[in-house]
Structures are given as structure tokens and as C-alpha cells.
């Protein structure tokens, strides 16, 4: 009975001052969201960073005309059982870090457009924005991803 | 058993504290990423993602130093092991939804949910409750006697 008492007051102590750190450290960022200005895309306004959408018909004329690089954020997997044409797989287990394009040269010519599997999927944003802070600048995002390009029947190998 | 001596039981103390402390600090400077993350997973609301966001990372880093430091060790093992279940269930309940989000485990450091998390928290989980039940049979500080 006595260790179930210490273990629950330790237990709570420790949620006590996680809230009260977590809350006051984060002040105005709750006046924020109070305020609703924290979007629902709560990434972008983290970062102060505006990772631009692309659609699948822009994004075919850019193909056509291939100004764009396609790069791949599923696993490897996905990846080898069908891609968008010409696309580099970067799976978001292989790239932690900015720095670790400092290894991967993109070209800086191309619009570099990323995608995942579509609807929900976070890593094609991931990858957007550890795109920019390695310091590309024409980073796109591809809404609707694989799927989309898939359902629009254009080129994948 | 192996896993219950004094030895075995601070290896166990640095690992589990070591992850949770990395694992808190890459939330801590990304609250709103991880926020994003908890979203993701579509199981709470906005409200509950944001501000659990603020919060449980501080839990996280605390029970850390916590089991490193032997301070208060039964309350923030037991802390640990029921998170630990908390993320397991979760991280099922998406895999058999079919879902294809990023865990958000170690803030930008994160990876897609996969059954291999599943088990990398089950890892923890035997670890975090062998401290546990270690630290109910064991005191980690000599108890200080003041005598007249």
C-alpha cells in the first residue's frame, strides 16, 4: 500500500512539472493557437516556411517538358514496385537531416517536385522541407501523389 | 535472471532513459511538428493533439532523467512502461488501418510506422518494466538515517 501510494505521488510530481514546464515554456505559442492562428497545418507555421502544392496537370507539363525532378518519399520498397517516371526514391528513413543532401547532389536547374503515397501521407512535406532548409529553392509538393499520377495514366516505370 | 541484477538494471536504465531523453528533446524543439504528427494519426482532436504536444515530451524528458539518475525511479518507470502501452496500441491500431503516416517518435528524426516499432517498443516496454519491478525490491539511494 505505501509503495502504491509512493509511486503514484512520484507519478504524479512528474506529470505536474512536465505540464507546468511544457504549458509556460510555450506561452505564446498557446495565445496563438487560442487565437486560432495556428492553422491545422501546423508544420508550416512552425517553420515559417511555405512548402508550395503542385497539381498533377501542372506537374505533367513540367514533366513533358522536363523541368521538374520527381523524388520519391516512400519506402524503397513502394519504390521498386512502381515510380513516376525518372523519379530518385529518397525514403525519409534514409535522409534525418539537411545535411544529408550535402551527399545527394540534386540539380538546381529543376523544379524538385516530391510525392508520397497521397491523401495523408506527411513524408512527401518532410522531404519538401528538409528539401529547403539544404537550401533547394524550387521545391514543390505533389497533391495527390503517386496515386493521382496513377489514376491521370501518365508515365511510371 | 539475467535481467534482474544491479548490473543488467542500469544498462536497462541508461537505454530506456537515453531514448526518451533524444526522443524528447527532438519533440521539445519541434512542438508544432509533433503536434502535426499526433494529428495524423486521426484518433484525437485538434485540441488534444496541440496540447499534449506542449506536454508529453516534458514527461518524456523528466522520466528520462529520472531512470538515469535514480531519482524517483518507481513513479517514472511505471510512467514509461504505461506510455510505452499507450504508443504500442497505438501504433497497431494505425498498422491495421492500413494507414501510411510518420510515427513522429523522434521529432524530424522520424520514420514511417511499421511493425518493426511495434517491436522496438516492445523492446522498451520489458526493459522500462524490469526497472520497475526492480526498483519495488530495491532502493537505487542509501536511505540517510539521521541519528542523535
Redesign the interface.
Known sequence: MK?FV??????????L???L???L??LS??KK?LNQE?S????L???NLSISEITIFEAEDLFREEKALFLDAR?EEKYKKGHILGAINLP??KI??PDDFKKIKLPEDKILITY??G?????SL?LA??LIKAGYKNVKMLTGGWPGWLEAGLPWE | MFWDNKYSILIFRLIVGGVFIFSAIAKIIQPLGFAQDISNYQLFSQDIAFFSALILPWIELLCGLSLISGIAIRGSSFLISGMLIFFITILIITLLQGKQIDCGCFGFFSHPVSWSLVVQDGVLFFLSLSIFFYSLKHSFWPKIKISH
Do not use: A, H, P, W
Request: aromatic share 12%; with cysteine; charged share 20%.
Open positions: 509503495v509512493q509511486i503514484s505521488r512520484q507519478s504524479l510530481i512528474i506529470i512539472i512536465s505540464s514546464i511544457g504549458l515554456i510555450n505559442l498557446i493557437y495556428v491545422s497545418d501546423f508544420i507555421l512552425d517553420k519506402t525519409l528513413s534525418k537531416s508520397c503515397e491523401g495523408d501521407c506527411r513524408s518532410y522541407y528538409y
